[in-house]
Nanobody, 117 residues
Framework: QVQLVESGGGLVQAGGSLRLSCAAS????????MAWFRQAPGKDRVLVGT????????VYADSVKGRFTISRDNAKNTMYLQMNSLKPEDTAVYYC??????????WGQGTQVTVSS
């Protein structure tokens, strides 16, 4: 059983930065593609970006490209989301997820990010 725990969310002013963490346990973290998703109030959960198993390749949604960076430290079983130049529209609950080759099977509980204007 995989457990994912996000942390690092909070309240920040527009233009500011936050770094989210996703700590994994219960599985060989480095064997899996990981992803960040977010869900804004009243909207569907959407993909923010993904990172390859060894961290050398990432893909981002157009809405965050150039502002957000995903990284991972497999030795620490942790993935990160560095968010810069935050906008009010980035306000959402952010989730990390593990892709097992077929689906995003494991999810964290989410961490709230609120960006004030």
């Amino acid at each position: 059983q995989v457990q994912l725990v996000e942390s690092g969310g909070g309240l920040v002013q527009a233009g500011g930065s936050l770094r989210l963490s996703c700590a994994a346990s219960g599985h060989t973290f480095g064997n899996y593609v990981m992803a960040w998703f977010r869900q804004a109030p009243g909207k569907d959960r959407v993909l923010v970006g993904t990172i390859s198993r060894n961290g050398d390749f990432s893909v981002y949604a157009d809405s965050v490209k150039g502002r957000f960076t995903i990284s991972r430290d497999n030795a620490k079983n942790t993935m990160y989301l560095q968010m810069n130049s935050l906008k009010p529209e980035d306000t959402a609950v952010y989730y990390c997820a593990l892709y097992n080759g077929e689906e995003y099977k494991y999810w964290g509980q989410g961490t709230q990010v609120t960006v004030s204007s």
